[in-house]
Structure formats: structure tokens, C-alpha cells
């Protein structure tokens, strides 16, 4: 999980960045790997949150990258280049998997009776993992099964906000979504979680409700 950086830090950042893409787009076009370097884990995890298949999360962040560059020209500073670049990479994962699904009939307001259908069992703990429990290695392959039996929608909030540090404007502006609806779904997506890993996270969250192996609290 990536650190979120001071507002000095983010500043120069944005100023590091605004320099390269003046340079890639006066012809400089190496300086290209200086300026995704740091967020290639976030697009590929982006990709996997809503393809959960490695190759395929791989093969769309290489896709993603090739249209970065390739659009670099439309990049217009309103937001950070780390979320243009995840906004690339989460429409690209999209069609990816309407492509594959587009034999498959489902309702039109599929995602929004999902987000109408979770009733969470109650509300006593629904902050974010902590840091240091995340760095256990164990905790985290707990986490990437319990994820993805999560819902999509509430998936992709949850690894953009919480895992790779995106603030709540820019998860929003990611997924085309509003900022209330990122607030909803990832107050959903914690519950969840909470409840399916609270007894293995050392009390980091609320270990008072327990559920039999494989029953799930919605």
C-alpha cells in the first residue's frame, strides 16, 4: 500500500511531472519511463481489481501505458497524472471484460441492486485496515481472497481508495463515479471486509462477531 505523501511532497511531485511531459511531448519520448516508473503497481492493480486474472490485468496496464503515451497531448494538468493514468488503465480493464462477457445477458441495473442488496450486520468499526497490520504478510493473502468475493463496484473503491492511496475526489474521478458513491461503496466494502477478516487481524478490527468457515455476512 502506497504512503500518501504531504502536500509539499505532492506539490514537487506535480512539478517533477509537469517538467517530463514538456520534455516526452518536445520529442524527449525515454522520459516517458521516468514518469509512469512510480504508478505501474497502481495501474496494474487497478486492472486486477476489476479483471482478477493476472495475465489479463498485465496485458491491459501494458495497454494502458501504450495510450498514455500515445494521448500524452490530451493530458490537461486537472487532475494528477496518476489519476489520468488510472482512469486510463480502469476504462481499458472495463471494455476488456465487457469484450469477454458480451455473450452474457444481465440486467441493466445490475450494479445498483447490488449496491441496494448489502445490509451490514452493524456499524461499530468500518475504518480502513492499519498500516502495519497490511505489511503482514499473511494479512495480505487473507486480504486478496477475501477481495475477491467482494462485489466489483465495491472491489474497485476499495483497492483504489484504501490499498493504493487515492484520495476520494481522485477514486471518483478513476471510475466516473461520484464522490458520495465512493463514500457509500467503500463504507460497504470495509464492513464486508471487516466481517470476513476481523478474527484474523489481531483485534485491528472489531473481533466480536464471528461467522462459520465460508458463510458471508450479506
Not at 509537469?18 to 503497481?41: N, S, V
Not at 493530458?75 to 480493464?93: D, G, K, Y
Amino acid at each position: 500500500m502506497a504512503a500518501e505523501a504531504s502536500p509539499l511532497e505532492s506539490s514537487a511531485q506535480q512539478d517533477y511531472e509537469q517538467r517530463l511531459i514538456r520534455r516526452i511531448r518536445d520529442g524527449e519520448h525515454e522520459a516517458f519511463y521516468q514518469l509512469i516508473r512510480p504508478y505501474e503497481g497502481r495501474v496494474y492493480a487497478a486492472a486486477f481489481a476489476i479483471l482478477r486474472n493476472e495475465t489479463d490485468a498485465e496485458d491491459c496496464a501494458q495497454e494502458a501505458v501504450l495510450k498514455a503515451f500515445k494521448h500524452i497531448r490530451q493530458f490537461r494538468a486537472e487532475a494528477r497524472f496518476s489519476t489520468w493514468l488510472i482512469q486510463i488503465a480502469v476504462n481499458e480493464a472495463r471494455m476488456r471484460r465487457r469484450k469477454e462477457r458480451a455473450d452474457l445477458v444481465e440486467p441493466i441495473d445490475k450494479e445498483q441492486n447490488e449496491e441496494d442488496s448489502y445490509r451490514p450486520r452493524d456499524f461499530a468499526d468500518w475504518r480502513e485496515i492499519p498500516y502495519e497490520v497490511l505489511e503482514r504478510k499473511e494479512v495480505r493473502e487473507k486480504l486478496a481472497e477475501a477481495l475477491a468475493s467482494l462485489g466489483q463496484i465495491y472491489r474497485e473503491v476499495f483497492v483504489l481508495r484504501d490499498m493504493e492511496q487515492l484520495s476520494i475526489e481522485e477514486t471518483a474521478s478513476a471510475l466516473g463515479i461520484s464522490t458520495a458513491s465512493v463514500k457509500t461503496r467503500l463504507l460497504r466494502a470495509r464492513l464486508m471486509l471487516r466481517d470476513l477478516l476481523a478474527p484474523g487481524l489481531g483485534g485491528a478490527w472489531s473481533t466480536r462477531l464471528s461467522f462459520a468457515k465460508g458463510t458471508k455476512p450479506w
